[in-house]
């Protein structure tokens, strides 16, 4: 060829067919069911609109699903990187078992997870008969829905840091022992920045599976209005009253808040990754 | 994210599993198929039904039927036969959900007045099942008040069995003192005492007898029988009020459906046929009121005199009913709104 051209070309071949197939796949999978919602909602005008998603039932649903699932997702965080940590770095009997156990929430039908966790905590069930002696409530109450959501999140903590952890090679950690650092110096300065991305990944699929979390949740909410129903309780209740454009309206706030928030996330875990680079 | 190969069939198979596939929808071609969309506690009762039915159409015309059931709650019914299932009879817990399917077109508008009896060939009643020796001495609706007393209930918003029991003691109030203020107060103090909405009956069921929540369950009449025998008469008790709602689950033919299918004949003679003593028999056994007097005479020890009065007769209708108490902005939402 003689004459270079001036666009500036990709090296790597077939862009444009994949990029096609992607953009192709992406609007049948996501964009097109997604966008449903929103033209459920247009015909219902601005003030109604306004109205079904700021009255006060509405709003301290939302309030109590992004709550909840915010600490959920935080010791998820927590949780999650020990139990990757374990797994990764030690051998013991029972290890692939283990291993296994952290999926089953995945498989798990979460109306299941739900009933487990009302059996458990209710007044008569193992864990609610203790819990009755401290004088603390824990079924129809945040502070259940926070836990079923932790069960719900779990997996993906521990799935997204899991070959992250496999990758950091111990010689980088006992190099920097023998450089002189000290083990929280190590785990501080060193393994954390290198999974900081992976983690704010895994909590990311935690918190945004959590907003939408519906079946394990009202088995264990008690789903009293102003205090332990959730946003997609109340999406369901307005179907439940045939109100279809009142119950797109509350799932339009919902996915633009979800949205937003998972945005912001993936924008900070872009810069933190070129920070450390 | 690392999922090998046993994960994702696993995952796979459990997707599978969760979404569950209806039954038989398919598999009717030969004979005349009739799909009954009903809500939750009828199973056992259509499925007794359905039996008696085939057997008396056998015998009358030779023709063999199959009907089909499909259970859940009554509103998430209405709502999937708007929404496209094709049923050629809904059997549902409340006339507002029907008037609902009218709405869009696919039956007449005055469906109610087709059939005997408001189109309801049973009713029902609004029952208390307490535990056993009722310890906490619960006679009647004003007991429920009581500080310290703990009611189930499932969320009117999300269940038809629980706006008939929001209902029954709203009009057992304003009935008592003649004034919606003081029934509006008393249905205020009586949810102050609700620690739990579940979604649906079923589910206020089972947080009332296998988690042991609660002094005191508010429920359908026949599903109180029902806890009695699944659960033992050695546990629990029911207890029967004073007054209370007479509920009545309607049931009407699809007409848009039933003419696609060529069904008309079969449903209407179905839906009749609920009617007749053997039929009457049926609902009896199940815990239901039956209409037919001698079939009530003949059960009388199933079914306790409570003073039942109309919705009518407090409520004028059921959108009315609708639109006052569980409407967004409602009743129901004012009481829960400091």
């Not at chain 2, 994702?8 to 799909?35: F, M, W, Y």
């Not at chain 2, 959900?97 to 009713?123: F, G, R």
């Not at chain 2, 699944?230 to 007479?246: A, C, M, N, T």
Request: hydrophobic share 45%.
């Amino acid at each position: 060829m003689s004459i270079v051209k001036n666009k500036k070309r990709n090296i790597l071949p077939g862009f444009g067919l994949s990029m096609g197939y992607t953009v192709f796949y992406l609007s049948a999978i996501v964009i097109v069911p997604l966008s449903m919602v929103f033209f459920n909602t247009v015909p219902m005008g601005w003030e109604p609109f306004m109205q079904a998603v700021t009255a006060p039932r509405v709003l301290a649903a939302y309030r109590l699903s992004f709550s909840t699932a915010f600490f959920a997702s935080l010791f998820d965080a927590v949780a999650g990187l020990l139990t990757a940590w374990v797994i990764v770095r030690y051998r013991f009997p029972g290890k692939a078992i283990l291993d296994a156990l952290v999926d089953l929430p995945f498989a798990l039908p979460t109306a299941v997870a739900g009933i487990c966790f009302a059996t458990l905590y209710s007044p008569a069930g193992w864990l609610g008969e203790i819990s009755a002696k401290w004088n603390l409530q824990i079924i129809n109450t945040p502070t259940g829905i926070v836990l079923a959501l932790i069960f719900i999140g779990f997996p993906f903590v521990v799935r997204t840091l899991q070959p992250v952890l496999e990758e950091l090679e111990v010689e980088i950690e006992e190099s920097a022992h023998s450089l002189g650092a000290t083990r929280w110096q190590t785990f501080r300065r060193i393994i954390l920045p290198h999974l900081f991305p992976a983690l704010l990944t895994g909590v990311t699929l935690a918190f945004a599976r959590s907003i939408g979390e519906y079946g394990s949740v009202i088995f264990i909410a008690g789903n009293l209005p102003m205090k332990t129903e959730i946003a997609p309780l109340m999406i369901m209740s307005k179907l439940d009253q045939f109100d279809y454009a009142g119950a797109s309206a509350v799932a339009l706030v919902l996915l633009l808040i979800s949205f937003s928030m998972l945005l912001a996330l993936n924008a900070i875990q872009e810069w933190q990754q070129k920070a450390y680079r | 994210m690392r999922l090998d190969w046993t994960r994702k069939i696993t995952l796979a198979a459990s997707l599978l599993l969760a979404s569950g596939v209806p039954a038989s929808i398919a598999e009717a071609a030969a004979a005349q198929t009739l799909l009954n969309v009903s809500y939750d506690p009828t199973r056992e009762l259509y499925q007794s039904e359905n039996a008696a039915f085939i057997k008396h159409w056998q015998k009358k015309t030779g023709q063999t039927a199959v009907i089909n059931q499909s259970h859940g709650g009554s509103g998430k019914q209405a709502r999937a036969v708007i929404d496209g299932l094709e049923a050629d009879v809904v059997t549902l817990a409340l006339a507002y959900d029907i008037d609902a399917i009218a709405d869009s077109k696919l039956l007449a508008e005055n469906w109610q007045k087709k059939l005997a009896q408001n189109s309801t060939p049973y009713t029902s009643t609004i029952v208390f099942v307490v535990r056993k020796g009722n310890p906490k001495k619960i006679k009647n609706w004003d007991d429920l008040v009581t500080p310290g007393i703990s009611v189930i209930t499932p969320n009117p918003k999300t269940s038809g069995g629980a706006r008939w029991n929001y209902l029954a003691a709203w009009g057992y109030k304003q009935k008592q003192t003649k004034s919606p203020e003081k029934a509006k107060a008393f249905i205020k103090a009586l949810y102050k005492n609700v620690p739990v909405l579940d979604t649906g009956a079923r589910g206020s069921t089972i947080t009332f007898a296998q988690r042991g929540l609660g002094d005191v369950l508010i429920a359908w009449e026949n599903e109180a029988h029902l806890i009695l025998k699944e659960f033992g008469s050695d546990k629990f008790e029911i207890v029967s009020p004073s007054v209370s709602i007479l509920a009545e689950p309607p049931v009407a033919i699809v007409d848009k459906n039933v003419d696609k299918h060529g069904t008309r004949k079969l449903a209407e003679a179905y839906l009749n046929f609920l009617y007749t003593p053997q039929a009457q028999d049926i609902i009896a056994q199940n815990y239901y009121r039956p209409r037919n007097p001698a079939a009530l005479k003949k059960y009388a020890a199933n079914f306790p005199k409570i003073k039942l009065f109309n919705l009518s007769e407090v409520f004028t209708d059921w959108r009315t009913a609708q639109k006052t108490h569980f409407k967004d902005g409602g009743v129901f939402d004012q009481i829960y709104t400091p």
